[in-house]
């Protein structure tokens, strides 16, 4: 898309026009849609980081490499200088910003998000009072049009009313910056060092004028710190972000501030905000602004790299990715590049215009995270609050692990397309855990164990890997690891710290667990019993079969025995109408009063949705329901209203969800049912309506990946079958033709003549040139590659994939 120039001349409004121009040609030579034997060669320019920035999606639109440190977006405003439009920093119809920040998180939720740290914003116009002062940011912050917007993977542009402009690209720990002012206008940058999203304990700035150098730190964390449910547990410190930041210019002007105090011509300040929000923290902070003549030159070049163990740290990494001369333009493109080749992985032919912009848009999202954390010499902080070297064998030390969400799709599609990344994330997290007295935490922000969410993703995160062929991490330490937090009580357990979104505990009440075969109600010191078993039961199922991929007998027996502990929290007399799980008290009563719709006993979901949830053995949950086919009954109650109309856009507490994770593997459980026509019915639905392009493309909270990753398995008509597994169920293909290209071992081609809208139905499936009447693929298409060519049809086939001998098992 050619936008219109910047309001500011100079460089950054001449590249925006030269960069335009160089989208139009890559994307006039890419391949035709619909083309049998032709592929997504750029994909890149499918790719459009705006999805996801309204209605919930929490996404950035930033520059951000694949799995970048530096995510460099900006923070948008409605009037609170303690707040942001969104979590993470960008609402779409928020038109309003006080800074571009350095770091950002993928659609996290936990409003303001995560991160968003030194803002740092191109003012015009006299800095004559502490912008910390400016709680409303009536003063240092800018009104936009996205008509003078761009966003493309790696690179970030933005024209401001005030009639500053800035252009950024980045690399993975580093960026440069083309600031652009209106001539004979004072020009200024405020570097707002303790502003991050959530606050901070502490932050520093300084200016050196001889070198044209600004440095500093932020010392933060308080990711959920803010909800109501637990988040004052979080409202602490748990890395420190520092920065260091080069200018092809002098500066005519510094100065510094902290609270309500100015200081011109200062070039050191300190002070942070604190972690509450609203007037218990308005006005309190501290930062520091250079500024330039813009008389003869109103461009300015900035150079800038970040670490999370020091200054130094920093430095070298930008001496280390960028060279001294190097442009935006130049940056931009090597970072596109890189992109390129991340989402090539996977090249998809025919389809429509927006339906490979939705898909790239996704593999884009997906492939954020994990992030770097380590530095070029392969430094990191610890969760011990040290610095720590990677180990032996280990090329990257990588965070931001949203386990609750994850572990459904993201881990599966990491694991995938990029084994290596996928390895080393897990050796990440086991050594986080070696620095965290054996504790694997849930949900993991830089260094920060933050307890969020529910269950024990990490063993099914790693089971997972494991099945489908990581090696590169020590697995074996890993395994006994997370066997011992599964079966050794902590004092951890007990507590009620954080409870009930974010509770110390990672297996909590784990005695009383071992004991019950559930977690109790009334003192599980978790989110919800019911739920907490649930997620319990499918880590337990994962580490059963990663017990029995290493030959370990004895804790294969145990897991799975462990793994059918879901059956004591089902109630088959719940209702009337059929049974339901529910939660229930240490001494065995059912937890009333009870409703399908209530989310008593559950994390973010109710009953309706968490009856779902036993992907490890939808065939024991068929039989406690009553058979297959009154199990599929009820599942069409679950996607339709009574009328037989669809449900799944959420919004209705006995209905699927979109939005959210504990239910989104329910429309491939009708695979396992024998009616898989239904899994290729209500996938291509949400496909078709849930999700699109645009700002609100996204159904919710992207978490870290996970609904963008939902989007990419279900339009290759594929998905993961439980956590631990390989096993692939088949659904149908949004596209006649895809390659799954991996490096190191074989491809998956994926065909199916003939896909379009009126198609949605599979009547055959060969697999590696062999017909099958199956709805699934073994774990050698996924470890070793392979071919599945469908046959489709505009009307279901009831009878392909249906005999009970052949279903998912």
């Given amino acids: 898309m050619l936008l219109r120039p910047l309001h500011s001349p100079g460089r950054a409004g001449a590249r925006a026009a030269a960069v335009g121009l160089a989208t139009a040609i890559a994307a006039a030579l890419l391949a035709p849609a619909g083309a049998a034997a032709s592929t997504v060669e750029h994909p890149t320019a499918y790719v459009d980081p705006m999805i996801g920035t309204t209605k919930g999606g929490n996404t950035y639109p930033g520059a951000v490499a694949p799995y970048g440190m530096i995510a460099w977006s900006p923070t948008s405003t409605t009037g609170d200088q303690t707040n942001t439009a969104a979590a993470n920093g960008y609402e779409y119809n928020a038109t309003r910003m006080r800074g571009l920040s350095l770091t950002h998180v993928n659609g996290a939720g936990c409003a303001p998000g995560a991160a ?43 024209g401001l009313d005030s009639g500053a402009s800035a252009d950024l690209a ?199 995270q994990p992030n770097l954390i380590s530095d070029t010499d392969g430094r990191y902080p610890g969760m011990d609050g040290a610095a720590h070297r990677i180990e032996r064998g280990q090329q990257a030390q990588y965070s931001n692990f949203s386990g609750w969400d994850q572990y459904r799709a993201q881990i599966q599609l990491l694991a995938v397309l990029k084994p290596e990344v996928a390895g080393d994330f897990a050796q990440s997290l086991y050594n986080f855990s070696r620095q965290n007295g054996g504790i694997w935490d849930r949900w993991v922000h830089i260094s920060g164990a933050t307890h969020v969410m529910t269950g024990d993703p990490t063993a099914a995160t790693l089971a997972t890997f494991y099945a489908m062929g990581v090696r590169n991490f020590d697995y074996r330490g890993a395994f006994g690891s997370l066997v011992r937090q599964a079966t050794v009580p902590t004092p951890d357990d007990l507590s009620d710290a954080g409870c009930p979104g974010q509770c110390t505990g990672q297996r909590p009440n784990l005695a009383q667990y071992l004991t019950s075969h559930y977690a109790p109600q009334d003192v599980c010191h978790c989110w919800g019993g019911a739920a907490e078993t649930l997620e319990d039961a499918v880590a337990d199922s994962a580490l059963a079969k990663w017990a029995g991929l290493l ?173 631990g597994s390989a096993t692939m169920l088949l659904g149908t293909p949004l596209f006649p033709d895809a390659v799954i290209s991996r490096a190191g071992r074989g491809d998956v081609t994926i065909t199916a003549p003939g896909a379009d809208s009126a198609h949605r139905y599979v009547s055959g499936v060969s697999v590696n040139g062999l017909s099958s009447d199956r709805s699934w693929a073994g774990s050698r298409l996924v470890t070793s590659g392979g071919r599945l060519d469908y046959r489709l049809t505009d009307r279901p086939d009831t009878s392909w994939a249906t005999a009970p001998g052949s279903l998912p098992r």
């Avoid at 020009?187 to 502490?202: K, P, T």
């Avoid at 218990?280 to 501290?286: I, L, P, Q, T």
């Avoid at 968490?610 to 406690?624: C, I, N």
């Avoid at 990946?705 to 993961?720: C, D, E, K, Q, R």
Wanted: aromatic share 12%.
């Fill in 116 to 158: 968003g740290d030194v803002p740092i914003m191109p003012f015009v116009g006299d800095v004559s009072s502490s912008p910390s002062a400016d709680t409303k940011d009536a003063v240092y912050a800018a009104d936009f049009q996205h008509r003078n917007e761009s966003a493309t993977p790696g690179r970030y542009r933005v």
């Fill in 170 to 368: 980045v690399g993975e720990r580093s960026g440069v910056a083309d600031f652009a002012f209106p001539r004979d206008r004072p020009a200024n940058l405020l570097f707002r060092v303790s502003n991050s999203l959530n606050g901070s304990e502490d932050a520093h700035i300084d200016i050196d004028t001889a070198h044209r150098k600004v440095t500093g730190w932020v010392l933060t964390g308080a990711f959920c710190g803010r909800r109501a449910n637990g988040g004052s547990n979080n409202r602490k410190s748990y890395y420190k972000l520092y920065f260091s930041a080069s200018f092809d210019r002098a500066f005519s002007s510094t100065g510094t501030w902290k609270d309500s105090t100015l200081s011109p011509g200062s070039v050191s300040g300190s002070g942070g905000e604190g972690y509450a929000t609203g007037a218990d923290r308005a006005g309190r902070g501290s930062g520091g602004w250079v500024g330039f003549d813009s008389s003869s030159d109103n461009d300015v070049r900035m150079r800038l790299g970040i670490s999370y163990v020091s200054v130094a740290g920093a430095e070298t990494n930008l001496r280390k990715e960028i060279a001294p001369r190097a442009s935006v333009a130049d940056i931009a493109g090597v970072t596109s590049r890189s992109w390129d080749r991340e989402l090539r992985s996977i090249r998809v032919g025919g389809g429509s215009t927006a339906q490979r912009t939705t898909f790239y848009t996704a593999l884009y999202r997906s492939l954020m």
């Fill in 551 to 723: 030959g370990r007998a004895d804790e294969a027996a145990e897991f799975t025995e462990r793994a059918g502990w879901w059956r004591n929290v089902y109630d088959p007399g719940a209702t009337a109408d059929g049974g339901y799980i529910q939660a229930r008290n240490a001494d065995g009563s059912w937890v009333t009063p009870f409703a399908p719709g209530s989310d008593l006993g559950f994390a973010q979901g109710t009953s309706a949705t968490y009856t779902w949830m036993v992907p490890q053995d939808v065939q024991g949950l068929a039989d406690a329901m009553g058979g297959r086919a009154v199990a599929a009954q009820r599942l069409d109650g679950f996607f339709h209203t009574a009328d037989g109309s669809w449900s799944v856009k959420g919004g209705d507490a006995l209905r699927y969800d979109p939005t959210n994770e504990p239910g989104i593997h329910a429309p491939w459980l009708y695979n396992a049912l024998g009616q898989p026509w239904k899994t290729q019915d209500t996938v291509r639905e949400i496909l078709d309506t849930v999700y699109g392009t645009g700002p609100a493309g996204l159904p919710g909270n992207d978490d870290l990946g996970t609904m963008s990753a939902w989007y990419v398995f279900a339009a290759l008509g594929l998905y993961p079958q439980t956590p």
